[in-house]
């Protein structure tokens, strides 16, 4: 699926499209497929560059955003959240749950012999 790019007050040249196109890429390393991928890009009156994106995933949606003076330190601010959130997408079945239930229980036998 494309990745659409929808610029506010700000035109999307060739280099930009590629520089995110390149960042999503990055991201399929994770196995997870990334359906319905947007990114927004603004120039605020500050002259600083804000960037929202999202993404569907299996089980969920990913989104974050970035703002910084340089619009491609905003892009790899922006991929690295991203990336942040996959990772605990795509690690999360393995991660260990209740891991107090695997304490050792111990017997009432083996509590008199050792106040004993």
Do not use: C, W
Not at 24 to 52: A, C, D, G, R, Y
Not at 58 to 63: A, F, S
Not at 96 to 108: C, G, L, M, Q, T
């Amino acid at each position: 699926m494309t990745l659409e790019i929808t610029g506010k007050n700000i035109d999307i040249t060739p280099a930009i499209r590629e520089r995110l196109e390149f960042k999503f890429k990055k991201l399929e390393k994770f196995q997870l497929p990334l359906v319905n991928k947007h990114v927004m890009i603004s120039k605020e009156p500050s002259k600083t560059f804000k960037i929202e994106a999202s993404a569907a995933i299996p089980g969920g949606k990913i989104v974050a955003s970035a703002e910084h003076n340089d619009l491609f330190g905003a892009i790899t601010e922006l991929y690295q959240k991203l990336e942040r959130q996959i990772n605990k997408q795509a690690h999360k079945p393995a991660a260990r749950r209740a891991s107090h239930s695997d304490k050792p229980v111990i017997e009432e036998d083996e509590v008199e012999a050792v106040d004993a």
